[in-house]
């Protein structure tokens, strides 16, 4: 581990104007980073501590839905009465992260900014072009059991871990965001990027810009899923995992909301798919239709290839389950 | 007055006094608590990094990135980072861990990075954060020194053949030829790691010319002498402490390189160094267990006798290392059939270096091998346990030689009755999405003697245990304690067990299932020798004098042992050493495990639901720590079956997943309730105690169990172990 100066900030505009120089992060939980900075995978120069800051809250918003502070721990935002009750799916794929203890220290704002567990971004005796941009990306041709088949670039496979992220993508929530120059909201839709040749760069984040909430718009309603498929029962990332959000009117889908996990490099989500179930009566052939788009685009890299039958056959599992129970 | 004398048995011929079924005081055998429990639990037992001498410093590892002869590193750059001390680019670093029971050094650094992942230096300094970035820095130029092959199965990796390996009896080709039924396949196992909890640690201190090294061991009387070996001074200047192991599994059983490291820091610098591994590189530097292809051939009639058996094995290694995974060590006398044939093959590829792991040969030849019995079984069509049941050898069917006791068919049918075995045809069970079915296989595992001495003090207040004997988690401490107790007729409370400092009696570690019944008969023999003084001293015969709760009783009196003793101590050592009954006979421990599978039909995930195991292994010394062990193999079998694999990089051989989030060892989700049973059997062939090793059986076959239910459940036979979901799901997509 670099050395390291550490600031522990007392508010948001404290944060905001420490967190600003280069080589500079933000800490909160700190699950990821510290283990990366061990192994100096990242060095920052600086950590800046947020926990001190008034983001710990869950309040409800205007609209009827939820603001979610940056520092509401995975633990506490998934034993929350109002997001089991009306958002379960993000309970439950906030449960079937990490482990307990893991939960009670990780928040909001860092579980979005966390990164890849790809073996070779890990290992600073290999190439990765997200690590060290330039340097090539030892996945393909390596192991990639665990890595994407979708969204990926000739530069990086990388997976995005989150099970949190994914349940939030589905629901369709929005990140606040505040910088030195003020507040801004993005679509969780649109915060996270494609590695295409700058893997290094995940979101629009800019330098020196916080997570301050997240927003979940008003309940959804209809049945709702989180399937995480993975090499062990727990303690494990997705190899697949669905959030779905499901509601059938009159034995037709009327409103489908569906994102993946350990397919890409951001919790994945395709409108098309979604189009594609809107309207019509559920069945085995329609989720194979959905499978056809959500897959047209996959990409195998030999260790991986099974994800692409997995994730087929996990969606229609998954919406099966969303449509039966709501039938 | 102290007066120290020695009993000593070579093990020659089976020993039927049975004497610990006469004794009185009762805790052998027990529950009992280990009684070092609370100290384990409450943070306050001290593990080999958790000594903190002053004027402490830290070395970190550095690791070669490529493989090749080391030419140069930007060393004078390091030495110049903050807090750093020393930079050790010494040639006599060992490039992975001893070999277990070694007793010498291994492959030394001599310029030269073997594998991906070999410490090539040590960077020390004030802090451990200091030595870790500096280490992190540090450069090391390596010239490639020509290709090298990283997959056994590859073209061109070197193949060796050992003429002593190879068994060929009768003629198997004709009894696969003429077989009613047989079977043909390729099973593979992955490279593994033993994964211990505690990473490996060590503190090093010298003076007057000795040194001082606390470490997680397993057998220090050999890691003295590596240690010394590799140092180049004489044993008696080595002195290894390890009172505390948290975990072996055989990855403690050589001296690794951060011991060497700290210890030659420590001579430079006059000062103690301590270095701990990080979790990655105890991953790459302590050995793992070899990948096996395994190619299994078996013939039987139609009544499901077996007529042949081959066992042909590859396994991997890097260049000058003795040991190879014994593959077939089981496969030598678990069933009869007259044609057989093993082969064993060693590649010498550069993955890291291969080693014991937890019952190194069966743990990987018995699963293969118990699936492959399980799938002749289904080709005659007969049930799986009756199939066992009519392949029960009566003598070690490749020698004659006969058993020392065969359990099998008992630990068989009791198993069966216990789990509620009833055989069904594939897929006949279905709940919502999951398949429902069982599997089972046999157990099987060499029982071995080791030698081994101890010393036992007895004073009017009580007893004391002295030996270099390690408690890796296993109940060294515990057992130790009770055979004293027993035998001496104290409370357990009143016995001191002394265990990890080679500056007592050399035990026998621990490792091969052998330390507990090899040192408690150490430990054993010192307690008749101070039953025989006291005897003498009261003026009876030994035999007619019961000692209970620190009373002597005879003839109807009853004399506090304080009153005999006075104010003297009595010392007795007692020495084991193997001797005929190890090779008269052919020992081994048996078992049964059943398993209960779900999986799943979409996605073809794996969950054990009911696991069973039914063992004997002669007399349990410790209920509690017995089952525990039991627990532990049931769940490596577990890992084995589904989720444990190391993965290898196929360009340059570097282990890829080399942390616990990646390597995937069961966690509890993945652990139903475990039952464990005991067949208690006396084996006298196997020492004075009839006790015989337990840790390493119930690792043995229970993968098969697992293998063999999902199977039974949905129809999928995984030859490619472990089975995971999309192994699984592939084959589910093939069936339709």
Same mark, same amino acid.
């Given at each position: 581990?670099?050395?390291?100066?550490?600031?522990?900030?007392?508010?948001?505009?404290?944060?905001?104007?420490?967190?600003?120089?280069?080589?500079?992060?933000?800490?909160?939980?700190?699950?990821? &980073?510290?283990?990366?900075?061990?192994?100096?995978?990242?060095?920052?120069?600086?950590?800046?501590?947020?926990?001190?800051?008034?983001?710990?809250?869950?309040?409800?918003?205007?609209?009827?839905?939820?603001?979610?502070?940056?520092?509401?721990?995975?633990?506490?935002?998934?034993?929350?009465?109002?997001?089991?009750?009306?958002?379960?799916?993000?309970?439950?794929?906030? =449960?079937?992260?990490?482990?307990?203890?893991?939960?009670?220290?990780?928040?909001?704002?860092?579980?979005? &900014?966390?990164?890849?567990?790809?073996?070779?971004?890990?290992?600073?005796?290999?190439?990765?072009?997200?690590?060290?941009?330039?340097?090539?990306?030892?996945?393909?041709?390596?192991?990639?059991?665990?890595?994407?088949?979708?969204?990926?670039?000739?530069?990086?496979?990388?997976?995005?871990?989150?099970?949190?992220?994914?349940?939030?993508?589905? &629901?369709?929530?929005?990140?606040?965001?505040?910088?030195?120059?003020?507040?801004?909201?993005?679509?969780?839709?649109?915060?996270?990027?494609?590695?295409?040749?700058?893997?290094?760069?995940?979101?629009?984040?800019?330098?020196?810009?916080?997570?301050?909430?997240?927003? &979940?718009?008003?309940?959804?309603?209809?049945?709702?899923?989180?399937?995480?498929?993975?090499?062990?029962?727990?303690?494990?990332?997705?190899?697949?995992?669905?959030?779905?959000?499901?509601?059938?009117?009159?034995?037709?889908?009327?409103?489908?909301?569906?994102?993946?996990?350990?397919?890409?490099?951001?919790?994945?989500?395709?409108?098309?798919?979604?189009?594609? =179930?809107?309207?019509?009566?559920?069945?085995?052939?329609?989720?194979?239709?959905?499978?056809?788009?959500?897959?047209?685009?996959?990409?195998?890299?030999?260790?991986?290839?099974?994800?692409?039958?997995?994730?087929?056959?996990?969606?229609?599992?998954?919406?099966?389950?969303?449509?039966?129970?709501?039938? | 007055?102290?007066?120290?004398?020695?009993r000593h048995l070579k093990h020659d011929t089976p020993d039927r006094d049975r004497r610990l079924d006469g004794m009185?005081?009762?805790?052998i055998g027990?529950?009992?608590?280990?009684?070092?429990?609370?100290?384990?639990?409450?943070?306050?037992?001290?593990?080999?990094?958790?000594?903190?001498?002053?004027?402490?410093?830290?070395?970190?590892?550095?690791?070669?990135?490529?493989?090749?002869?080391?030419?140069?590193?930007?060393?004078?750059?390091?030495?110049?980072?903050?807090?750093?001390?020393?930079?050790?680019?010494?040639?006599?670093?060992?490039?992975?861990?001893?070999?277990?029971?070694?007793?010498? $050094?291994?492959?030394?650094?001599?310029?030269?990075?073997?594998?991906?992942?070999?410490?090539?230096?040590?960077?020390?300094?004030?802090?451990?954060?200091?030595?870790?970035?500096?280490?992190?820095?540090?450069?090391?130029?390596?010239?490639?020194?020509?290709?090298?092959?990283?997959?056994?199965?590859?073209?061109?990796?070197?193949?060796?053949?050992?003429?002593?390996?190879?068994?060929?009896?009768?003629?198997?080709?004709?009894?696969?030829?003429?077989?009613?039924? $047989?079977?043909?396949?390729?099973?593979?196992?992955?490279?593994?790691?033993?994964?211990?909890?505690?990473?490996?640690?060590?503190?090093?201190?010298?003076?007057?010319?000795?040194?001082?090294?606390?470490? $997680?061991?397993?057998?220090?009387?050999?890691?003295?002498?590596?240690?010394?070996?590799?140092?180049?001074?004489?044993?008696?200047?080595?002195?290894?402490?390890?009172?505390?192991?948290?975990?072996?599994?055989?990855?403690?059983?050589?001296?690794?390189?951060?011991?060497?490291?700290?210890?030659?820091?420590?001579?430079?610098?006059?000062?103690?160094?301590?270095?701990?591994?990080?979790?990655?590189?105890?991953?790459?530097?302590?050995?793992?267990?070899?990948?096996?292809?395994?190619?299994?051939?078996?013939?039987?009639?139609?009544?499901?006798?077996?007529?042949?058996?081959?066992?042909?094995?590859?396994?991997?290694?890097?260049?000058?290392?003795?040991?190879?995974?014994?593959?077939?060590?089981? !496969?030598?006398f678990?069933?009869?059939?007259?044609?057989?044939?093993?082969?064993?093959?060693?590649?010498?590829?550069?993955?890291?270096?291969?080693?014991?792991?937890?019952?190194?040969?069966?743990?990987?030849?018995?699963?293969?091998?118990?699936?492959?019995?399980?799938?002749?079984?289904?080709?005659?069509?007969?049930?799986?346990?009756?199939?066992?049941?009519?392949?029960?050898p009566t003598e070690d069917?490749?020698t004659g030689k006969p058993f020392s006791s065969s359990t099998m068919?008992a630990?068989?049918?009791?198993?069966?009755?216990?789990?509620?075995? !009833?055989?069904?045809?594939?897929?006949?069970?279905?709940?919502?999405?999951?398949?429902?079915? !069982?599997?089972?296989?046999?157990?099987v595992r060499v029982n071995m003697m080791i030698e081994a001495?101890?010393?036992?003090?007895?004073?009017?207040?009580?007893?004391?245990?002295?030996?270099?004997?390690?408690?890796?988690?296993?109940?060294?401490?515990?057992?130790?304690?009770?055979v004293?107790?027993e035998m001496?007729?104290?409370?357990?409370?009143?016995?001191?067990?002394?265990?990890?400092?080679?500056?007592?009696?050399?035990?026998s570690?621990?490792?091969?299932s052998f330390?507990a019944a090899s040192t408690s008969t150490a430990v054993y023999l010192?307690c008749m020798?101070?039953r025989?003084?006291?005897?003498?001293?009261?003026?009876?015969?030994e035999g007619?004098?019961?000692?209970?709760?620190?009373?002597?009783?005879?003839?109807?009196?009853?004399?506090?042992?304080?009153?005999?003793?006075?104010?003297?101590?009595?010392?007795?050592?007692g020495h084991l050493k193997p001797g005929r009954a190890g090779q008269d006979v052919r020992q081994a421990t048996w078992?049964?495990?059943?398993?209960?599978?779900?999986?799943?039909?979409?996605?073809?995930?794996?969950?054990?639901?009911?696991?069973?195991?039914?063992?004997a292994c002669g007399r349990v010394l410790?209920?509690?720590?017995?089952?525990?062990?039991?627990?532990?193999?049931?769940?490596?079998?577990?890992?084995?079956?589904?989720?444990?694999?190391?993965?290898?990089?196929?360009?340059?051989?570097?282990?890829?997943?080399?942390?616990?989030?990646?390597?995937?060892?069961?966690?509890?989700?993945?652990?139903?309730?475990?039952?464990?049973?005991f067949l208690e059997e006396r084996d006298d062939w196997a020492n004075p105690l009839q006790a015989k090793g337990i840790?390493?059986?119930?690792?043995?076959? $229970?993968?098969?169990?697992?293998?063999?239910?999902?199977?039974?459940?949905?129809?999928?036979?995984?030859?490619?172990?472990?089975?995971?979901?999309?192994?699984?799901?592939?084959?589910?997509?093939?069936?339709?």
């Amino acid at each position: 581990m670099r050395a390291f100066d550490y600031v522990r900030a007392g508010d948001t505009g404290e944060a905001l104007r420490q967190g600003a120089g280069e080589e500079t992060r933000f800490i909160a939980g700190g699950t990821n &980073l510290l283990d990366l900075m061990k192994l100096e995978v990242m060095a920052p120069g600086k950590l800046v501590d947020i926990t001190r800051l008034d983001l710990g809250r869950i309040g409800e918003t205007d609209e009827g839905g939820l603001r979610i502070g940056a520092l509401v721990t995975n633990s506490d935002l998934a034993a929350d009465a109002r997001v089991r009750r009306d958002w379960p799916v993000l309970s439950r794929a906030l =449960l079937a992260g990490a482990s307990g203890q893991l939960r009670n220290k990780a928040t909001t704002g860092g579980n979005l &900014l966390q990164r890849t567990r790809c073996y070779y971004f890990y290992d600073r005796g290999e190439p990765c072009n997200k690590r060290e941009p330039g340097s090539g990306c030892a996945a393909q041709g390596g192991m990639n059991r665990i890595l994407a088949i979708l969204g990926t670039s000739d530069h990086c496979i990388a997976t995005h871990p989150s099970d949190m992220a994914v349940a939030m993508q589905a &629901l369709g929530a929005r990140v606040e965001i505040e910088g030195q120059d003020g507040a801004r909201e993005v679509e969780l839709s649109e915060f996270y990027r494609l590695p295409g040749d700058t893997p290094h760069i995940e979101t629009v984040l800019a330098p020196g810009e916080l997570i301050t909430a997240v927003i &979940l718009p008003p309940p959804a309603g209809g049945r709702q899923v989180y399937r995480k498929v993975r090499d062990r029962s727990s303690y494990a990332f997705a190899l697949v995992s669905v959030a779905a959000v499901v509601t059938v009117e009159e034995g037709r889908i009327a409103r489908a909301q569906l994102a993946f996990g350990g397919l890409g490099p951001m919790p994945w989500r395709d409108a098309r798919v979604e189009q594609a =179930l809107i309207g019509e009566t559920p069945t085995k052939a329609l989720f194979d239709r959905a499978a056809d788009i959500l897959l047209a685009d996959a990409k195998g890299h030999g260790g991986n290839d099974f994800k692409i039958p997995l994730a087929r056959r996990t969606l229609a599992a998954v919406l099966t389950q969303a449509t039966e129970a709501a039938a | 007055m102290t007066l120290e004398t020695t009993r000593h048995l070579k093990h020659d011929t089976p020993d039927r006094d049975r004497r610990l079924d006469g004794m009185a005081q009762g805790v052998i055998g027990t529950d009992m608590d280990r009684p070092e429990g609370a100290l384990k639990v409450s943070g306050q037992a001290t593990y080999a990094a958790e000594a903190h001498p002053e004027s402490m410093a830290h070395g970190y590892l550095v690791r070669a990135a490529t493989i090749g002869r080391i030419t140069g590193s930007n060393a004078d750059a390091v030495r110049a980072m903050p807090g750093v001390l020393h930079v050790l680019e010494d040639e006599r670093m060992i490039r992975n861990a001893a070999q277990g029971m070694a007793g010498e $050094s291994p492959v030394q650094k001599q310029g030269r990075s073997w594998y991906v992942g070999q410490p090539v230096a040590c960077v020390v300094a004030e802090s451990f954060e200091q030595a870790r970035h500096a280490a992190q820095a540090m450069m090391v130029t390596i010239e490639p020194d020509g290709t090298h092959v990283f997959d056994a199965e590859a073209e061109g990796a070197e193949i060796e053949t050992p003429e002593k390996k190879q068994v060929s009896q009768g003629d198997l080709d004709g009894a696969m030829a003429s077989a009613a039924f $047989s079977v043909d396949h390729d099973y593979r196992t992955p490279s593994m790691s033993s994964a211990a909890m505690e990473p490996h640690a060590s503190i090093a201190q010298w003076e007057d010319g000795a040194v001082t090294l606390r470490g $997680s061991y397993q057998l220090l009387r050999f890691n003295k002498n590596e240690l010394a070996d590799v140092l180049g001074v004489s044993p008696d200047k080595v002195r290894i402490l390890s009172p505390y192991v948290g975990g072996g599994f055989g990855s403690k059983l050589g001296l690794a390189p951060e011991a060497v490291a700290a210890a030659l820091a420590a001579k430079v610098l006059e000062r103690p160094v301590q270095v701990v591994m990080h979790r990655r590189q105890v991953f790459e530097t302590v050995t793992r267990r070899s990948e096996t292809k395994q190619r299994i051939r078996l013939a039987c009639d139609a009544d499901g006798k077996l007529t042949g058996i081959g066992h042909e094995n590859l396994v991997s290694q890097l260049p000058e290392e003795t040991f190879s995974e014994p593959v077939a060590q089981g !496969t030598h006398f678990q069933y009869a059939a007259p044609n057989r044939v093993v082969g064993h093959h060693i590649a010498r590829i550069r993955r890291p270096a291969a080693g014991s792991v937890r019952a190194p040969g069966e743990a990987v030849g018995v699963t293969a091998f118990e699936i492959a019995v399980d799938e002749l079984a289904k080709k005659a069509g007969i049930d799986p346990l009756e199939f066992r049941l009519r392949n029960v050898p009566t003598e070690d069917p490749e020698t004659g030689k006969p058993f020392s006791s065969s359990t099998m068919e008992a630990t068989l049918r009791e198993g069966a009755r216990r789990f509620g075995w !009833t055989h069904t045809a594939p897929r006949q069970r279905r709940e919502g999405e999951w398949w429902i079915g !069982t599997g089972m296989a046999g157990a099987v595992r060499v029982n071995m003697m080791i030698e081994a001495r101890a010393r036992v003090v007895l004073t009017g207040a009580g007893v004391r245990v002295e030996t270099d004997m390690t408690d890796i988690g296993t109940g060294s401490y515990a057992i130790l304690t009770q055979v004293a107790a027993e035998m001496l007729g104290h409370a357990p409370a009143q016995v001191q067990t002394i265990l990890g400092d080679t500056d007592l009696p050399p035990a026998s570690g621990s490792g091969g299932s052998f330390g507990a019944a090899s040192t408690s008969t150490a430990v054993y023999l010192a307690c008749m020798e101070l039953r025989e003084r006291l005897a003498a001293k009261i003026g009876v015969k030994e035999g007619e004098l019961t000692l209970k709760d620190g009373y002597a009783i005879h003839a109807n009196r009853q004399t506090p042992l304080s009153e005999i003793m006075g104010e003297e101590e009595w010392r007795a050592l007692g020495h084991l050493k193997p001797g005929r009954a190890g090779q008269d006979v052919r020992q081994a421990t048996w078992g049964a495990i059943f398993a209960e599978v779900a999986v799943n039909d979409t996605t073809g995930e794996t969950r054990v639901r009911r696991m069973d195991g039914t063992y004997a292994c002669g007399r349990v010394l410790n209920l509690k720590t017995a089952r525990s062990q039991c627990h532990g193999g049931m769940i490596w079998g577990i890992g084995l079956a589904l989720t444990e694999a190391l993965e290898h990089d196929p360009r340059d051989g570097h282990m890829v997943n080399r942390d616990l989030a990646e390597y995937h060892v069961p966690v509890n989700l993945d652990v139903p309730q475990l039952g464990v049973h005991f067949l208690e059997e006396r084996d006298d062939w196997a020492n004075p105690l009839q006790a015989k090793g337990i840790g390493e059986l119930a690792i043995c076959g $229970s993968g098969a169990a697992v293998v063999n239910a999902i199977e039974n459940a949905c129809g999928v036979r995984v030859r490619t172990l472990p089975a995971t979901l999309d192994q699984v799901m592939e084959g589910l997509i093939a069936r339709g």
